[in-house]
């Protein structure tokens, strides 16, 4: 069993910065790739970067050059480094494996940009 916590959101202005941290439990969560994915009201959820178990990184072309998504196998955490943000990033945000698995979902982060 594995389940996801998600912590960090919060109310930024365009431009600023966030980071999302993501704790795991379980005791197989260093042999999953991990992902982490947005929702925004009215809009289906999307992937938007993904860290492979050894640590290899793709982003969606959306924010491509502004997040970065990183991992400590060591500590169960996954976290995504925001920066230079836009509104159309705001969106309830969660961590999952990837591909994601069902039970998993946690609660998620509410990430508002806004001036």
């Known amino acids: 069993q594995v389940q996801f916590v998600e912590s960090g959101g919060g109310l930024v202005q365009p431009g600023g910065s966030l980071r999302l941290s993501c704790a795991a439990s379980g005791s197989i969560f260093r042999i999953y790739a991990m992902g982490w994915y947005r929702q925004a009201p009215g809009k289906q959820r999307e992937l938007v970067a993904v860290?492979?178990?050894?640590?290899?990184?793709n982003y969606a072309d959306s924010v491509k050059g502004r997040f970065t998504i990183s991992r400590d196998n060591a500590k169960n955490t996954v976290d995504l480094q925001m920066n230079s943000l836009k509104p159309e990033d705001t969106a309830s945000y969660y961590c999952?494996?990837?591909?994601?698995?069902?039970?998993?979902w946690g609660q998620g982060t509410l990430v508002t940009v806004s001036s």
């Open positions: 860290i492979t178990s050894g640590g290899m990184t």
């Open positions: 999952n494996a990837r591909p994601a698995a069902l039970d998993a």
